[in-house]
């Protein structure tokens, strides 16, 4: 998959098409076929089930049963219609709550990400360094402020902390999404695939050359993806906490 990021078309038209789309998004009623909600849903459905390389104009315009140049009366272009993509994905309810105790509440935001990242697996393939500031993200972001406020933490220092949080689910997801794909595309299982090095292995830790790597135990490497994003996490907040402590300390 070559580089992918948000950003890449027409800013003002996206940043347009995202809050023109937040607002049709929530009127009742039957949808039209062809709508950008609808061109929207089709590119996202595309993505999940093959991956965003297989999303086109044409692709998408041809599952919807239009023609492909129907579609740019709605989105102007590919780029913008990743940028809506990324959007629509990152839905929140305007009355979700974090609650009050600032932890707990950086844990349902990490679990949410790595639910969101893991659910949608081209998500975190998408370079987000500069974002559009669309109404979910500008949602998820306040609740995500309100959870740390009155911990006495600078601006700078909540920001980082959300920030850090993203980047390693994100970081973690990529990688435990990869490795599914991989045993996809191969059809070779990852014990299979480690399997097929050990006798490379063995042989490397008989050697003496690697005594600290050779003293390690057989279950060394079994850690899931899951299992190592929420350990990973939990350091995290350990961290985050004692940030917190000190502010609170010194008020």
């Given at each position: 998959?070559?580089?992918?990021?948000?950003?890449?078309?027409?800013?003002?038209?996206?940043?347009a098409?995202?809050?023109?789309?937040?607002?049709?998004?929530?009127?009742?009623?039957p949808?039209?076929?062809?709508s950008?909600?609808?061109?929207?849903?089709?590119?996202?459905?595309?993505?999940?089930?093959?991956?965003?390389?297989?999303?086109?104009?044409?692709r998408?315009?041809?599952?919807?049963?239009?023609?492909t140049?129907s579609?740019?009366?709605?989105?102007?272009?590919?780029?913008?219609?990743?940028?809506?993509?990324?959007?629509?994905?990152?839905?929140?309810?305007?009355?979700?709550?974090?609650?009050?105790?600032?932890?707990?509440?950086?844990?349902?935001?990490?679990?949410?990400?790595?639910?969101?990242?893991?659910?949608?697996?081209?998500?975190?393939?998408?370079?987000?360094?500069?974002?559009?500031?669309?109404?979910?993200?500008?949602?998820?972001?306040?609740?995500?402020?309100?959870?740390?406020?009155?911990?006495?933490?600078?601006?700078?220092?909540?920001?980082?902390?959300?920030?850090?949080?993203?980047?390693?689910?994100?970081?973690?997801?990529?990688?435990?999404?990869?490795?599914?794909?991989?045993?996809?595309?191969?059809?070779?299982?990852?014990?299979?695939?480690?399997?097929?090095?050990?006798?490379?292995?063995?042989?490397?830790?008989?050697?003496?050359?690697?005594?600290?790597?050779?003293a390690?135990?057989?279950?060394?490497?079994?850690?899931?993806?899951?299992?190592?994003?929420?350990?990973?996490?939990?350091?995290?907040?350990d961290?985050?906490?004692?940030?917190?402590?000190?502010?609170?300390?010194?008020?």
């Amino acid at each position: 998959m070559s580089h992918v990021h948000s950003g890449s078309g027409d800013i003002s038209r996206s940043l347009a098409l995202m809050w023109e789309y937040d607002d049709r998004a929530g009127t009742r009623g039957p949808k039209p076929k062809l709508s950008v909600v609808a061109i929207v849903d089709a590119a996202v459905a595309v993505a999940d089930a093959e991956g965003l390389d297989a999303v086109s104009m044409r692709r998408v315009a041809a599952d919807l049963g239009v023609g492909t140049m129907s579609l740019y009366r709605y989105v102007p272009g590919k780029e913008e219609l990743l940028d809506l993509m990324l959007e629509s994905v990152s839905e929140m309810p305007d009355d979700v709550s974090l609650g009050d105790a600032w932890r707990p509440a950086m844990e349902t935001m990490g679990r949410s990400l790595w639910e969101l990242y893991t659910t949608h697996r081209w998500l975190p393939l998408v370079d987000q360094s500069r974002p559009l500031l669309g109404p979910n993200m500008l949602r998820g972001f306040e609740v995500a402020v309100a959870a740390l406020a009155g911990l006495g933490l600078t601006a700078q220092e909540q920001v980082a902390i959300i920030s850090a949080i993203g980047s390693f689910t994100q970081s973690a997801a990529r990688t435990h999404n990869s490795a599914a794909v991989a045993e996809e595309r191969t059809g070779v299982s990852n014990e299979e695939f480690w399997k097929a090095q050990e006798p490379v292995l063995v042989a490397a830790m008989e050697s003496g050359r690697f005594p600290h790597m050779a003293a390690l135990g057989e279950d060394a490497f079994d850690m899931t993806g899951e299992a190592f994003f929420e350990f990973g996490l939990q350091l995290l907040l350990d961290g985050f906490g004692a940030l917190v402590e000190r502010r609170t300390a010194g008020s």
